[in-house]
Every structure is written in structure tokens, then in C-alpha cells.
């Protein structure tokens, strides 16, 4: 059994009630590769100092994106990326926000409703942009956790403040105030956008789409970024972030989780919560994505199409200097003596470690 204070821990601690709380196929997966992660049930290898000798254990990571042990890697590797297609302009942040009135939806149907918030979204900056003729970008990173677990679906969206004009050159967008557009504006194009995607998806339900209506739905434009590298450092907190990280969890044991959060009521606050392991792991549960569904999009100028075809071409017009990235492989020192790398020597199944290496006289560690 686990000592240590992690989502897999509670996973592992609810034992068979996991199959009782009607959970999908996909969600169980999911929570199964979560428990097993970094476990001999995975398999590892064996890898030896090249100085000292001391063997080294390690087992491998289950690579599913929900998984508080996975993310790293992944996110040096695509922030390397979006580097590389950085403009000359000031960069803005955007957050559209999904009302509460939805949430039962997302329970039932989420690819539905996570679809329509990324398409409405990028609609409704696309008709601002028509105001300007210009054809604007967009990045969006899908959250759909608040602090203490609960559903609270919504974008961060990073809009580069220029476009692309009718004959196809570089255009600044010059901005009163200290957002890109007024924000009021895009809250009611956004509530007629995201509706008008429900419908189109068939989901005609009167009682909730009157309800929408009522609602004053709520866009957020934060102050622009700094410079181009406050952008990569925002993309480096948000990108692949999880409904909760290890760090966060302070306790688990059979009784439940305790975890601490920030109360945004409360001037962000850091309080601490105590839950059941079920409702714990329920509440991670819904935050658990559609299989194969995509949380991170590109749309105009910064979609994938366009960049292929276009932007190294813009970027030279601009003049501006692209970094060379080359994602270094993993070297890991020594935890003995600090000094020499550790070479993978040997791979191994889920039966574990042959025993030889338990047995000669070098220091071994585990992990």
C-alpha cells in the first residue's frame, strides 16, 4: 500500500467501490492507469551510474494526460513549440466562461458542450474581427475544474492583438483600452453564439435555453502580457494542467482525502477541504475528458493550416528571430554521487526486477 499523499492513493484506498459509482469504460481506464502509474504493474528498467555504478530502479509512467505524474515532458515539449511561432505584437488573455445552468448537460453529453464552448468562442472573436477586417488568431486550453473540484467549465484564451487584412498583410490592432475589445460586447455574442451551437446539436430543451438567456454570461479580459515571454510562461502554468496536483493533497487515508484550495470569494485564500474517497474520486472523475477529445486548439492565423503554409513566410517579412529548440533527451544524475548520468541497462516486466540486482553489493534505489 502507498504512504505517500496522492490521487492514486485514493483510487487504490476505494478498492472495489470504484466499480460501483457507474463510472463509463473509458473513465475507469483512465483511473486505473492513474493508480498504477510509476508501479511494478507497468514494468520499468534497471540503470546504472556511469561513474559510481549504483543501480537505479525505476518504473514506468502510465502517459495518460489526467495523470498528476505525467505532464512534464509533455508541456516543455510544446511550450518549445508555440515559441517558435511567437509575432511582434502584444498578446492578450481571454477567459470564456460556461454558466452553472450547464453543468447537468455536461454530465450527461460533455463532447457536446465542450465542442460548442470552442466553437463559440472562436466565433465570437471572429466577429470582432470582422469589425477591424482582419483575420485574427486564437489559442484556447480547455479548464473544466474550479478549486475544490467542482465542474466550472471554461476557456483561457491567448489572442495575439493583430491580424491578417484582406491582401494578406500584418495588421496591429490599436485598442482604446486596456483590453482588446469591450468585454460586454463579447459576453452577449458569446451567450447568442453558444446557443445558437446548441441548437444546431439538436438540443432544443426551452426551459434551459430561456434560462441561458436570462443569464448575463461572463467574458474576462485580463491586461495584455507583458512580452512575448510573459506569454510562454503563462502557456507553461496552463497547458497541461490537471483537475488537481499531488502537491495540493495533504492527507488520504480510508476515511478521505483532505486537499487544500484557493476561496476566490475570499481574495484567494488558501483553505483546506476534507471529502469522502468516493466523492473525491468522483469529483476527479468529471473532469476526466472524452476519449481522443482535444483541450488545446489553434485557430486562424495559429491553426495548424495556416501556420504550415504561412507563417515562417510572415515571420521573415517581420524580421523576426525564431529560437532554435532541440528537446534535450532525459539525463538524470546520480542520486549517489551526483556526478554521473544513469544508463539504462535493462528492461523489465510487470513481474518486476530480476532479483540480481537486489542481491550484488551496490547501493540500489527504487522509485
Known sequence: MRTTAEVATAIELLGNELEQMNLSVHV?????????????????????????????ISYNSCRNRHCPKCQGHRRVQWIQKREEELLPTVYYHVVFTLPSELNQLCLENPKIVYDALFESAWQTLQKMGVTKNLQLGMICIM?????????????????????IDAKGNWQKIHSKNKFLFPVKALSKIFRAKYIANLRKQNYNSKALI????????????????????????????????????????????????TFQYKDYKQQGIKKEMRLSLQEFVRRFAIHILPHRFVRIRHYGFLSSTWKRGKLRELQKKLAVQIPVNKVQPLLHKCPNCKTGTMITIEVFGKRGPPAKYFTENKIVTCS
Open 210 to 257: 430561456e434560462n441561458l438567456f436570462k443569464k448575463n454570461w461572463v467574458v474576462y479580459a485580463k491586461r495584455p502580457f507583458g512580452n512575448p515571454s510573459s506569454v510562454i510562461e503563462y502557456l507553461g502554468r496552463y497547458t497541461h494542467k490537471i483537475a488537481i496536483s499531488n502537491q495540493r493533497i495533504k492527507l488520504v487515508n480510508k476515511d478521505g482525502v
Open 143 to 163: 479548464h473544466t475544474w474550479g478549486q475544490n473540484l467542482s465542474l466550472h467549465p471554461h476557456l483561457h484564451c491567448i489572442v495575439p492583438g493583430a491580424g
Open 28 to 56: 475507469l481506464k483512465t483511473l486505473r492507469a492513474i493508480k498504477l502509474c510509476r508501479t511494478s504493474a507497468l514494468g520499468g528498467h534497471v540503470d546504472a551510474c556511469s561513474s559510481c555504478g549504483t543501480i537505479h
